[in-house]
C-alpha cells in the first residue's frame, strides 16, 4: 500500500499542489515556514480523516479562502483508490472513496494507516493523560472498528452521566434508574477498550525496548506501563463506590477516561529526569514500536511520516534512524528537512529508491532528484 499522487487546493499554505511519489522514500526539503510539514499532515488527514496537528478543520483552510481539498490516488492490492477530503466553513467535512461518500468518517480509518513522528510528538512526555490516551487510540482504531467505535460509544456515555451529575446537583432526589443505564454503556464500553489497551502495551512493549536500544545504542534501559481504573478490580463496583463522590464533583471520576502510560528510563520518569535527547529517542522509539505493531495487525506496513526528525538529534544518530527505516521492512517513507545536503548524503548511501522535493517557497514544489526511482 502506498501514496501515489496527491494534489492539494487551497490547504494551509498551498493554492494549489500536485505531487507524484515513489513507493519506498520521499524527502521534502526546504526553509522553514515554506509548507514542508503541511503535506504531511494532508497525507494523515486521508488516512485518519483528520489533522495531526489540530482538530480543527478550518484552521487548515488557506487565509482568505473558505474551502480546501485533498486528494489522494493510493495504491493497495494492485488497485487505486482514489481518496478526496474536503471542507467548507460552515458545513460538514465530506470524505469519498472513488466517488462514494463516506457516511460515518471513522469508516474510513485504518484502511490506509499511517504513521507520524513530529517534534509536535513531545506533548506525549509534557502534557496531560489525554495525549498517552490519543496515542493508544490512534493504534488500535486503525486496525480494529470495534474499539473505536466502542471510544466514541463511551465518549457519548459519558458525556450523558456528567450532565446528570450537574443537573442533579443540590438536589435530594437523583434518578437512580436512568445512571443505572449510563453505567452499564460506561461498563460495557469501558471494560472492551481496557481488554484492547491492556493488550496493546503488553505487546507494544518487548518491540518499543528493542526499538530504543537500537536508536541509543543501548545507552539506557526503559519502561512503558499503563494505568487504569479498570485494573484495580470490577469497573462496575468501581463506579459504584465513587458515586458520592461523583456527585459532589458533578463529574464521573473514575473510567478508561482517566487511563495514563507511565514512561520510564532508567527507573524514573523520563518527563522528570530525561534530558531531550534522551526525550526524543524515547518517542521515536514509541513511534516506530507503533509502526510494527499496526503492521503486524494490518497485515502490509503503514506510511511511515518523518518530521524534522534532525530536530534535537545529532547528524549520526539520524542516519541511523534513517538506515533503519530504509530498509525493506518498512514501506513507503515520507521524509522533512530543512538541510538538502545532508539528506541526500544519508539517502545515497541507502540500497533503496527515493525522491527529493525541494519547496522553495509557500505553494512551489520542484522535483530536483529521482535517486534510483524509475
Known amino acids: 500500500m502506498y501514496l501515489k499522487k496527491l494534489l492539494l487546493t487551497n490547504f494551509k499554505n498551498y493554492s494549489q499542489a500536485e505531487l507524484e511519489f515513489s513507493p519506498r522514500i520521499n524527502c521534502l526539503v526546504g526553509n522553514n515556514g515554506v509548507g514542508k510539514t503541511n503535506i504531511l499532515d494532508a497525507i494523515h488527514y486521508l488516512s485518519l480523516t483528520k489533522s495531526f496537528f489540530n482538530n480543527i478543520d478550518s484552521v487548515s483552510i488557506r487565509h482568505g479562502e473558505d474551502f480546501f481539498?485533498?486528494?489522494?490516488?493510493?495504491?493497495?492490492?494492485?488497485?487505486?483508490?482514489?481518496?478526496?477530503?474536503?471542507?467548507?466553513?460552515?458545513?460538514?467535512?465530506?470524505?469519498?472513496?472513488?466517488?462514494?461518500?463516506?457516511?460515518?468518517?471513522?469508516?474510513?480509518?485504518?484502511?490506509?494507516?499511517?504513521?507520524?513522528?513530529?517534534?509536535?510528538?513531545?506533548?506525549?512526555?509534557?502534557?496531560?493523560?489525554?495525549?498517552?490516551?490519543?496515542?493508544?487510540n490512534k493504534i488500535i482504531s486503525q486496525y480494529n472498528a470495534e474499539y473505536l467505535e466502542s471510544v466514541l460509544n463511551y465518549n457519548k456515555a459519558l458525556m450523558q452521566r456528567n450532565r446528570m451529575l450537574r443537573d442533579f446537583s443540590g438536589s435530594p432526589e437523583f434518578d437512580m434508574e436512568v445512571l443505572s443505564a449510563w453505567d452499564a454503556q460506561l461498563y460495557r464500553y469501558g471494560t472492551f477498550a481496557y481488554n484492547e489497551r491492556e493488550i496493546l502495551i503488553e505487546e507494544l512493549v518487548p518491540v518499543f525496548q528493542e526499538y530504543y536500544s537500537?536508536?541509543?545504542?543501548?545507552?539506557?534501559?526503559?519502561?512503558?506501563?499503563?494505568?487504569?481504573?479498570?485494573?484495580?478490580?470490577?469497573?462496575?463496583?468501581?463506579?459504584?463506590?465513587?458515586?458520592?463522590?461523583?456527585?459532589?464533583?458533578?463529574?464521573?471520576?473514575?473510567?478508561?477516561?482517566?487511563?495514563?502510560?507511565?514512561?520510564?528510563?532508567?527507573?524514573?520518569?523520563?518527563?522528570?529526569?530525561?534530558?531531550?535527547?534522551?526525550?526524543?529517542?524515547?518517542?521515536?522509539?514509541?513511534?516506530?514500536?507503533?509502526?510494527?505493531?499496526?503492521?503486524?495487525?494490518?497485515?502490509?506496513?503503514?506510511?511511515?511520516?518523518?518530521d524534522d526528525i534532525f530536530d534535537k538529534f545529532d547528524a549520526e544518530r539520524v542516519a541511523q534512524i534513517i538506515r533503519l527505516v530504509g530498509n525493506h521492512r518498512f514501506g513507503q517513507i515520507f521524509i522533512t528537512d530543512t538541510y538538502q545536503e545532508r539528506l541526500q548524503r544519508i539517502l545515497t548511501s541507502l540500497d533503496a529508491d527515493y525522491r527529493l522535493f525541494r519547496i522553495s517557497e509557500p505553494g512551489i514544489v520542484e522535483v530536483i532528484g529521482n535517486g534510483n526511482t524509475q
Do not use: W
Open 69 to 136: 481539498t485533498i486528494q489522494g490516488l493510493f495504491l493497495r492490492d494492485q488497485e487505486e483508490d482514489n481518496i478526496l477530503c474536503s471542507f467548507q466553513k460552515q458545513k460538514q467535512k465530506v470524505l469519498k472513496r472513488n466517488g462514494k461518500e463516506y457516511q460515518r468518517l471513522s469508516d474510513h480509518v485504518g484502511r490506509y494507516p499511517v504513521v507520524m513522528i513530529s517534534p509536535a510528538d513531545i506533548a506525549l512526555i509534557s502534557e496531560g493523560s489525554e495525549e498517552r490516551r490519543k496515542f493508544m
Open 214 to 306: 537500537l536508536v541509543s545504542n543501548g545507552r539506557e534501559r526503559v519502561r512503558l506501563k499503563y494505568r487504569s481504573d479498570l485494573s484495580e478490580g470490577d469497573f462496575m463496583e468501581t463506579l459504584n463506590k465513587a458515586f458520592v463522590r461523583d456527585r459532589m464533583l458533578e463529574y464521573t471520576t473514575a473510567g478508561i477516561h482517566k487511563d495514563d502510560l507511565i514512561f520510564e528510563m532508567n527507573g524514573h520518569s523520563v518527563r522528570s529526569l530525561g534530558s531531550q535527547g534522551q526525550q526524543k529517542s524515547y518517542l521515536v522509539a514509541l513511534k516506530l514500536a507503533k509502526f510494527d505493531y499496526i503492521k503486524k495487525k494490518a497485515g502490509f506496513p503503514p506510511i511511515l511520516l518523518l
